[in-house]
């Protein structure tokens, strides 16, 4: 599904595995996921250009990766970089510590911000 990436961005390939990950789930796999997490993540990325592309991670309802804007409301909104998202995917860089340094910022429920870094992990060994 080539309409999730987003030119200009590392984090396309990132999003778009992750995409291709959730769809390789079985129900069974996809209701643990959601009950383990139940949340949804609005990723907010900014590029070097200034340019900024949103991606949804639905861990509430769907189990499904989307572009654009959370539908129904994000639970919380993470801001953060190209880079510091693509740092976090490869595990140079931990959650806790790209807040502390100012590399994330969050909107909404913190809590769930730090579930994040599971969900990756757990799409990651599906790739």
Not at 92 to 98: D, E, I, P
Not at 103 to 119: F, H, P, Q, R, S
């Amino acid at each position: 599904m080539s309409d999730i990436k987003v030119p200009g961005f590392k984090a396309s390939e990132l999003i778009s595995g992750l995409h291709n990950a959730f769809g390789t789930y079985s129900d069974t796999e996809k209701k643990a996921l959601i009950k383990k997490t139940n949340g949804i993540f609005e990723l907010q990325v900014a590029n070097d250009a200034k340019e900024t592309a949103t991606w949804t991670i639905d861990l509430k309802k769907e189990g499904t990766v989307y572009k654009g804007s959370a539908k129904p409301k994000a639970d919380v909104t993470i801001i953060l970089s190209d880079d510091t998202l693509t740092d976090l995917a490869s595990g140079k860089l931990n959650g806790q510590k790209a807040f502390m340094t100012g590399k994330l910022k969050t909107k909404g429920n913190i809590m769930l911000a730090t579930k994040l870094d599971g969900v990756l992990k757990s799409a990651k060994a599906k790739l």
